[in-house]
């Protein structure tokens, strides 16, 4: 604000009692060349101001043609839980599916701490100079508490989120198991539609739990660091066999050794898990997402990959396999929100509940209450 501007009046003022710092002097017309205070009388934007809504040819043009802003936009009503808004995605996915299905889909999951965000921009890059657009869904694990999300991913891949060539989305896990969002598949068609030809998926990583990823990408990586513990320790059965590559992050400086010496462990291990593809052997790599030594490596086995499951039918056949899947999970949750909406059920739940914190009452028996009441039973 400008010298003749007064601060208002909730607001405290320079050297007020107990008033920590300074308010400084700002350039006229306020924040953003917004005039000061967005709702006042000296303000031309209104308090209670709404972006227009857009019909289902705004959100499809505009993805189609490659609008960065319309395709955020996109992948919120996708996002959306309100009933109107999910009427109108499944519209809108309808005219955007015959422009999917022709990216490599690349599911990163692994340790925390493991690198992954600095892995994926090192990646990322490399992707694009090869002459690709990359699409990056990062997600971010929600609080149990709280509900919220930092979704700070973006601001670690500071210059792969200035490439023309990417589009970068942080997105929350909204409590859904698995290390993805319950929308990631539809994210992922409509980042297709777009014209991002590969998708990069970064989960939350947390732990051999997080398994849902596969059932949603062509080629799964898991990324792992030495000098963590008894490295044999990672090789379990569980997210490790379902890996097309394990990838030892941080090779570089002293920890380069150690890498190596991890590298040949868990390849040996590797050769008693069954291949997570068929006709293809899991194989362990190391790389320096700071340095950059070995994402070449990693892309060339990536695209080695595709080309030979393209060749035998694998390739194709994930795809509908999963494609069959994804109706199996919307169904399943189709149905939970059913039953859980079930007046019987609503009505009784909150009786069952406190009779099984109490212990006055099986949690077998309390289902079994619970499914009579959906079914009409007494």
Same mark, same amino acid.
């Given at each position: 604000?400008?010298?003749?501007?007064?601060?208002?009046?909730?607001?405290?003022?320079?050297?007020?009692?107990?008033?920590?710092?300074?308010?400084?002097?700002?350039?006229?017309?306020?924040?953003? @060349?917004?005039?000061?205070?967005?709702?006042?009388?000296?303000?031309?934007?209104?308090?209670?101001?709404?972006?227009?809504?857009?019909?289902?040819?705004?959100?499809?043009?505009?993805?189609?043609?490659?609008?960065?802003?319309?395709?955020?936009?996109?992948?919120?009503?996708?996002?959306?839980?309100?009933?109107?808004?999910?009427?109108?995605?499944?519209?809108?996915?309808?005219?955007?599916?015959?422009?999917?299905?022709?990216?490599?889909?690349?599911?990163?999951?692994?340790?925390?701490?493991?690198?992954?965000?600095?892995?994926?921009?090192?990646?990322?890059?490399?992707?694009?100079?090869?002459?690709?657009?990359?699409?990056?869904?990062?997600?971010?694990?929600?609080?149990?508490?709280?509900?919220?999300?930092?979704?700070?991913?973006?601001?670690?891949?500071?210059?792969?989120?200035?490439?023309?060539?990417?589009?970068?989305?942080?997105?929350?896990?909204?409590?859904?198991?698995?290390?993805?969002?319950?929308?990631?598949?539809?994210?992922?068609?409509?980042?297709?539609?777009? @014209?991002?030809?590969?998708?990069?998926?970064?989960?939350?990583?947390?732990?051999?739990?997080?398994?849902?990823?596969?059932?949603?990408?062509?080629?799964?990586?898991?990324?792992?660091?030495?000098?963590?513990?008894?490295?044999?320790?990672?090789?379990?059965?569980?997210?490790?066999?379902?890996?097309?590559?394990?990838?030892?992050?941080?090779?570089?400086?002293?920890?380069?050794?150690?890498?190596?010496?991890?590298?040949?462990?868990?390849?040996?291990?590797?050769?008693?898990?069954?291949?997570?593809?068929?006709?293809?052997?899991?194989?362990?790599?190391?790389?320096?997402?700071?340095?950059?030594?070995?994402?070449?490596?990693?892309?060339?086995?990536?695209?080695?990959?595709?080309?030979?499951?393209?060749?035998?039918?694998?390739?194709?056949?994930?795809?509908?396999?999963?494609?069959?899947d994804w109706v199996h999970a919307m169904l399943n949750e189709h149905l939970r929100t059913l039953f859980?909406?079930?007046?019987?059920?609503?009505?009784?739940?909150?009786?069952?509940?406190?009779?099984?914190?109490?212990?006055?009452?099986?949690?077998?028996?309390?289902?079994?209450?619970?499914?009579?009441?959906?079914?009409?039973?007494k």
């Amino acid at each position: 604000m400008s010298k003749k501007d007064k601060l208002p009046e909730w607001a405290p003022q320079n050297g007020g009692e107990g008033f920590a710092c300074r308010v400084m002097e700002g350039v006229e017309g306020g924040h953003d @060349g917004i005039a000061f205070y967005a709702g006042t009388k000296s303000s031309p934007v209104s308090a209670n101001y709404e972006r227009p809504s857009l019909s289902v040819d705004d959100y499809v043009d505009g993805t189609l043609r490659g609008d960065i802003a319309m395709l955020g936009r996109t992948i919120t009503l996708v996002e959306s839980n309100s009933h109107a808004h999910m009427e109108l995605a499944q519209e809108v996915l309808g005219r955007l599916l015959p422009g999917t299905g022709n990216s490599m889909r690349i599911g990163i999951t692994g340790v925390p701490g493991g690198g992954k965000s600095t892995f994926i921009e090192a990646l990322g890059r490399h992707i694009i100079k090869q002459g690709h657009k990359v699409a990056v869904l990062a997600v971010d694990p929600s609080s149990s508490i709280t509900g919220g999300s930092i979704l700070g991913d973006k601001t670690r891949m500071e210059q792969l989120s200035r490439d023309i060539n990417c589009f970068i989305r942080p997105s929350p896990t909204g409590g859904t198991l698995g290390g993805v969002t319950r929308k990631s598949r539809e994210t992922i068609l409509v980042c297709e539609a777009a @014209g991002y030809d590969v998708i990069l998926i970064e989960t939350v990583g947390v732990g051999q739990s997080e398994i849902t990823v596969r059932s949603m990408v062509d080629f799964f990586l898991l990324l792992m660091v030495a000098g963590a513990g008894d490295e044999l320790q990672g090789i379990k059965r569980g997210i490790t066999e379902l890996a097309d590559a394990l990838l030892i992050n941080k090779a570089d400086g002293d920890n380069k050794t150690f890498a190596k010496v991890a590298r040949n462990e868990y390849e040996r291990a590797l050769q008693y898990i069954q291949p997570a593809t068929k006709g293809r052997q899991t194989h362990a790599y190391t790389c320096s997402a700071v340095t950059g030594e070995g994402i070449d490596k990693i892309w060339s086995v990536i695209e080695d990959f595709r080309k030979k499951t393209t060749e035998s039918g694998v390739f194709e056949s994930r795809r509908r396999s999963q494609t069959w899947d994804w109706v199996h999970a919307m169904l399943n949750e189709h149905l939970r929100t059913l039953f859980l909406k079930n007046p019987g059920v609503v009505d009784v739940l909150p009786e069952i509940e406190k009779a099984v914190t109490n212990g006055t009452m099986p949690p077998t028996a309390a289902v079994n209450k619970l499914i009579s009441m959906f079914e009409g039973k007494k």
